[in-house]
T-cell receptor
């Protein structure tokens, strides 16, 4: 089944304890992205990647790191989590970074709910 | 300025009735794409419908249609014959331009929570 898989789905951690949220897609998509969702703010982009070894900042990159060493994986790293990073996180991918064709739709993972105490 | 505006935080609709969820957008790029996603209480994001700025006709997907009014910069989602399973949060989103970098982001509105009642 074509999908984007995120782990863990739920995590409670403490301030300063490094964590990684993994994201993997099996659709050979070039483009991958991380979003965070907060009440009243919709989804905001954290980082994105056009292809292997190509990453760039989105709207809210502070406190996060990413890497894209393989096409299928795009982990999100919180080096020193803080309570304001408590959020619902989504990884998403699409075949190409751009193009207005409707087929270039972002497919989302199921989400990872992170709580930082 | 907000690129995507959804002015209805919450809406109610009776089962079997039609409902319109509003979305207005702001862009100066002639090439853009508009998307609607559904987020049920389980949390996943489900793609519903897409409209390209150059598309001549309004998009339709089953019970979903997009009322695209380019001059007014609006892209309202119409759900016909509402069902209880339509109760969810709905997000409007936009991707701008054809350039690989400017089109790299999907910008979301704040969402509308739809509740379908008996």
């Amino acid at each position: 089944e074509a999908q984007v898989t995120q782990n863990p789905r739920y995590l409670i951690t403490v301030t300063g304890k490094k964590l990684t949220v993994t994201c993997s897609q099996n659709m050979n998509h070039e483009y991958m992205s991380w979003y965070r969702q907060d009440p009243g703010l919709g989804l905001r982009q954290i980082y994105y990647s056009m292809n292997v070894e190509v990453t760039d900042k989105g709207d809210v990159p502070e406190g996060y790191k990413v890497s894209r060493k393989e096409k299928r994986n795009f982990p999100l790293i919180l080096e020193s989590p803080s309570p304001n990073q408590t959020s619902l996180y989504f990884c998403a991918s699409s075949l190409k970074p751009s193009g207005m064709h409707g087929a270039n739709v972002l497919t989302f993972g199921a989400g990872s709910r992170l709580t930082v105490l | 300025a907000q690129k995507i505006t959804q002015t209805q935080p919450g809406m109610f609709v009776q089962e079997k009735e039609a409902v319109t969820l509003d979305c207005t957008y702001d862009t100066s790029d002639p090439s853009y794409g508009l998307f609607w996603y559904k987020q049920p209480s389980s949390g996943e994001m489900i793609f519903l419908i897409y409209q390209g700025s150059y598309d001549q006709q309004n998009a339709t997907e089953g019970r979903y249609s997009l009322n695209f009014q380019k001059a007014r910069k609006s892209a309202n989602l119409v759900i016909s014959a509402s069902q209880l399973g339509d109760s969810a949060m709905y997000f409007c989103a936009m991707r701008e331009g054809e350039d690989r970098f400017t089109a790299s982001k999907l910008t979301f509105g704040t969402g509308t929570r739809l509740q379908v009642t008996l």
